[in-house]
């Protein structure tokens, strides 16, 4: 993957205290969570190959055993909840939370923003990761959907217009609570794109999915997502 001046201008040093020893971050910056429950993972990085952003993926194994301080950035795509959930368990969501209080970056794409609520609709495992004060109504639907800016001077829809065509994929409707911007919503009124801050770290969470789909024949490109994409991973790399 080709390096490029953005990354260099988005990252910062952090140290991650626990899970499997942390140590400061190396050169990777961006990580993408590409395992159970992170199915759609793929879209993602077509996504940053487009963008001429690196990156790297990491399993949970990764995430327990620390390799997360090689990160300024952990993005969690879509895919299921239930498996994700389940295959990170109490202790990778404890190195997650340790990752963003600490500085580091985490945006949820679908599943990714499922899981980042304090609860999550798991049975036996309903604790969410509580990086953010949302509530997460289930959504249903493969389809095309408008979203509307309600913040247009906010950095991640900068460039981006008032309306947006995306992709959403079952993704949550989301009750924004304290703390927390409303950046984007849909017809109905639910948050579509929220944002907060999660000790030193930001959190950035989309209900649809900006890069697209390869399955769905849907181009971030054409639809002009992509640069949400791009705007989301800048805003989130910074901390506080």
């Known amino acids: 993957m080709r390096g490029t001046s953005f990354l260099v201008s988005v990252l910062c040093v952090l140290v991650v205290v626990g899970c499997g020893g942390g140590g400061e971050m190396g050169e990777t910056g961006i990580c993408i969570y590409a395992d159970a429950g992170g199915e759609l993972a793929r879209d993602v990085e077509v996504a ?15 995430i327990r055993s620390g390799r997360l301080s ?28 340790e990752f963003v209080a600490g500085g580091g970056g985490y945006i949820g ?22 990086i953010i004060e949302i509530e997460n109504v289930r959504g249903a639907g493969l389809e095309v959907r408008t ?4 913040q247009p001077d906010h950095p991640i829809v900068e ?6 065509q995306i992709w959403y994929q079952n ?6 609570g304290e703390g927390v911007e409303t950046v984007a919503v849909y017809e ?12 030193r770290g930001r959190v950035v969470i989309f209900s649809p999915h900006p890069e697209g789909s390869l399955e769905g024949g849907v181009d971030a490109g054409e639809y002009g997502t ?10 989130a790399s910074r901390s506080k």
Not at 48 to 62: G, I, K, S, V, W
Not at 70 to 97: D, K, M, N, Q
């Open 70 to 97: 090689e990160c300024s950035l952990l993005i969690v795509p879509g895919g299921y909840t239930a498996r994700c959930v389940t295959a990170l368990g109490a202790e990778g969501f404890e190195c997650i939370r």
């Open 109 to 130: 794409i679908c599943a990714g923003a499922y899981i980042a609520s304090s609860r999550v609709e798991v049975l036996g495992h309903p604790r969410g990761l509580g």
């Open 226 to 235: 992509l640069r949400l994409l791009e705007n989301g991973v800048a805003f």
């Open 159 to 164: 460039g981006c217009g008032r309306e947006l």
């Open 188 to 199: 109905d009124g639910s948050a579509a794109i929220v944002c907060s801050t999660y000790g």
């Open 48 to 62: 940053f190959d487009r963008l001429a952003l690196p990156y790297r993926e990491l399993d949970e194994r990764d």
């Open 171 to 176: 993704g949550p409707l989301i009750e924004a």
């Open 147 to 150: 979203i509307f800016v309600t």
